[in-house]
């Protein structure tokens, strides 16, 4: 129990495109879920954390305008990279917990921004 | 404030050996503890948690831990590592909100 998955796995864009990348809980349904950003050989940076059917809070620094995030239900969240640069490049992962429980997180999108 | 510390960065330990990744935590609120492993190029995989009960937390794959609040740790071990166990580690804590506190990660080197 407790799979997150998340498509695509990797994606190649040009510059200046947006991306959209989707969460899913299988097997549960999320009260919340997290979008985190890493860096190579970094630990996980959280840039914002979303409840269905309310807007995300977005950590400090992050621009929310950049980095749309929807939670449209309870198994479903994505995130857009609008108009990506080549500084957006990253490894995106999401993760999704239900109240009093562990996040469990989806295996990761890899960006390339060319 | 509240932290993680992972004081090693880097363990290397010959397969079949015991290891131990050492992870303190300060926080001012009661906390939930968690390990995290992490292959390459994937997403992190729970492997323990601590949310209350027994202080001694067993995991997946062979791996324990043990709450120790006074000294405010939360070590993993293993007494017999494999090859397969080689990727990076993280101790994570829950406390006072949603939001998770990683720690920077320990990487686990399994040699032959």
């Known amino acids: 129990g407790a799979v997150v998955s998340q498509h695509p796995s990797r994606v190649i864009c040009k510059s200046g495109t947006s991306v959209k990348i989707e969460c899913r809980s299988l097997?549960?349904?999320?009260?919340?879920m997290f979008w985190y950003r890493q860096f190579p050989k970094q630990s996980l940076m959280l840039m914002a954390t979303?409840?269905?059917?309310?807007?995300?809070?977005?950590e400090q620094g992050v621009e929310k305008d950049k980095f749309l995030i929807n939670h449209a239900s309870l198994t479903l969240s994505t995130l857009t990279v609008t108009s990506a640069h080549p500084e957006d490049s990253s490894f995106y992962i999401c993760?999704?917990?239900?109240?009093?429980?562990?996040?469990?997180f989806g295996p990761g999108t890899r960006l390339t921004v060319l | 404030a509240q932290s993680v510390t992972q004081l090693d960065s880097q363990v290397p330990v010959f397969e079949e050996a015991p290891v131990e990744l050492r992870c303190n935590y300060s926080?001012?609120?009661?906390?939930?503890l968690f390990w995290y492993v992490q292959y390459p190029n994937q997403g992190l995989q729970l492997l323990l948690k601590?949310?209350?009960?027994?202080?001694l937390v067993k995991g997946i794959n062979g791996f324990e831990a043990e709450f120790n609040k006074s000294q405010t740790s939360f070590h993993l071990r293993k007494p017999s590592v494999h090859i397969s166990d080689t990727a990076e580690y993280f101790c994570?804590?829950?406390?006072?909100?949603?939001?998770?506190?990683f720690g920077k990660g320990t990487k686990l080197t399994v040699n032959p």
């Open positions: 993760s999704a917990r239900t109240t009093g429980e562990a996040q469990y």
């Open positions: 097997d549960f349904q999320a009260t919340t």
């Open positions: 979303s409840n269905e059917g309310s807007k995300a809070t977005y």
């Open positions: 926080s001012s609120v009661s906390v939930y």
């Open positions: 601590y949310l209350s009960g027994s202080t």
């Open positions: 994570a804590f829950q406390g006072g909100s949603e939001k998770l506190v």
